[in-house]
């Protein structure tokens, strides 16, 4: 269940990433994206539960704040250029490579650290839920990004939007979560 559930932003990012903008959907491309949001998604439970002490006095304040700025950030951008008429896109270079990948990777596995600092008192296996956690991510991933490539270039702007709508609404959820909690 974890691993549905943290793989939900990835697969949002990843469906923007194939629908507005000019990334080839190829097993190379596919591989690089799932496997950097599967191994973040993988690693950060990991240091989480690692690190369970301090994680919580670190990030517990701030991790909320820094993945609804960073998804508000990429999703804001995503409506905007879906409003524009130009067909240029918020990935105008090659999304699945650097520091884009990095920063959209790290945004959405930030919940995840939490996560893992829930797993000392659920008595979780660490180890098996984390990387459970990786390979859920990395399957969603994968046939996200071929199902967008099959119907989603059709649709365009109107799916850089809706990507746009939903990153914004996941950040939202993930400030209102920790905020209420």
């Known amino acids: 269940m974890f691993g549905l559930s943290l793989s939900m932003d990835t697969l949002a990012i990843s469906l923007a990433m194939v629908v507005c903008s000019s990334l080839p959907v ?3 491309s596919i591989t690089r994206v799932a496997g950097i949001f599967g191994l973040f998604q993988a690693f950060m439970p990991m240091a989480g539960w690692g690190l369970a002490e ?3 006095s670190v990030t517990g304040g701030v991790d909320h704040w820094i993945a609804f700025g960073l ?3 990429v999703g804001g951008r995503m409506i905007y250029e879906g409003l524009q008429n130009s067909a240029e896109c918020i990935f105008a270079n090659d999304p699945s490579r650097g520091l884009p990948l990095i920063i959209l990777a790290l945004g959405t596995s930030i919940d995840a650290l939490a996560v893992g600092v829930s797993f000392v008192p659920l008595g979780a296996a660490p ?3 984390s990387s459970v956690i990786g390979i859920v991510t990395f399957i ?3 046939s ?5 490539n099959r119907i989603g270039r059709r649709s ?3 799916m850089e939007v809706l990507g746009g709508v939903i990153l914004i609404a996941i950040g939202v959820k993930i ?3 920790h905020l209420a909690g």
Do not use: H
Request: glycine letters at 8%; charged letters at 10%; proline letters at 4%.
């Open 54 to 56: 301090t994680a919580i």
């Open 26 to 28: 190829t097993p190379a």
């Open 156 to 158: 365009g702007k109107r």
């Open 144 to 148: 996200g990004m071929l199902l967008a």
């Open 140 to 142: 969603i991933v994968a």
């Open 175 to 177: 400030l209102f979560s």
């Open 71 to 73: 998804l508000a950030l």
């Open 127 to 129: 180890f098996f839920t």
